[in-house]
Every structure is written in C-alpha cells, then in structure tokens.
C-alpha cells in the first residue's frame, strides 16, 4: 500500500508558476512509477506527466511540453511538478498516482493509488 498526499495548489495568473508536491509513504520502494492527471469540471481525469521512480524516464501531455517539469526526490519520497507559464485551461484538481507495474503511463486505469487531489486555478 502507498499513500499519496498533494500539495502546493492555489490561485496563479496567467504567466505565473506554481510547484506541486506529492508525498509518498508506505510501501514506496515497490513504485514503478509515478503520474500528474488533473481533471476540470465536467471533463475526464487527463493525464499531465509521469516519472519512473528510478528518473530514468519522463513523459508529457503534449499541452504542458516546454511549461511543466517532473521531477523526483527518492531519499523524500517525494515527487515534484513545476508549472511555468500557466494558463486559464490548465486549471483543475492535480491529482498524483502510483503504481507498482509498468503499463500505459497516460491511463488513469493503470495507476492503483491516488492522493486525494490539490486545486489549481489560473484565471481567465
């Protein structure tokens, strides 16, 4: 079992930056890897980056390539998402997940535990 604990949401205007963290207890040395989803009212839960937790790999949604950077802090258990440029449509409830298993890094499905979520708001 690992459990996920987000933070570093907030409101942000547009062009501005914000840090996510996503804190890992439990079982951690089992982590395949580790994901950023995040999900706008009325909209699917999308996939934003995801990390190896060896580091070795990292991938991004192609809308936040060049802005958003992931990252990992093994020896904290912790995992980073740097967001730069921000804009209106990447507000939304960021979410990080886990799983033990490689898969399809971009499904929401392939990851069997979630953090409870942290709100990011970039005004229009």
């Known amino acids: 079992q690992v459990q996920l604990v987000e933070s570093g949401g907030g409101l942000v205007q547009a062009g501005g930056s914000l840090r996510l963290s996503c804190a890992a207890s439990?079982?951690?040395?089992?982590?395949?890897?580790m994901g950023w989803f995040r999900q706008a009212p009325g909209n699917e839960r999308e996939f934003v980056a995801a990390i190896t937790w060896s580091g070795s790999s990292t991938y991004y949604a192609d809308s936040v390539k060049g802005r958003f950077t992931i990252s990992r802090d093994n020896a904290k258990n912790t995992m980073y998402l740097q967001m730069n440029s921000l804009k209106p449509e990447d507000t939304g409830v960021y979410y990080c997940?886990?799983?033990?298993?490689?898969?399809?890094?971009?499904?929401?499905?392939?990851?069997?535990?979630w953090g409870q979520g942290t709100q990011v708001t970039v005004p229009s």
């Open positions: 997940a886990a799983t033990y298993y490689t898969g399809d890094y971009y499904e929401p499905s392939e990851y069997g535990y």
């Open positions: 439990g079982r951690t040395f089992s982590i395949y890897s």
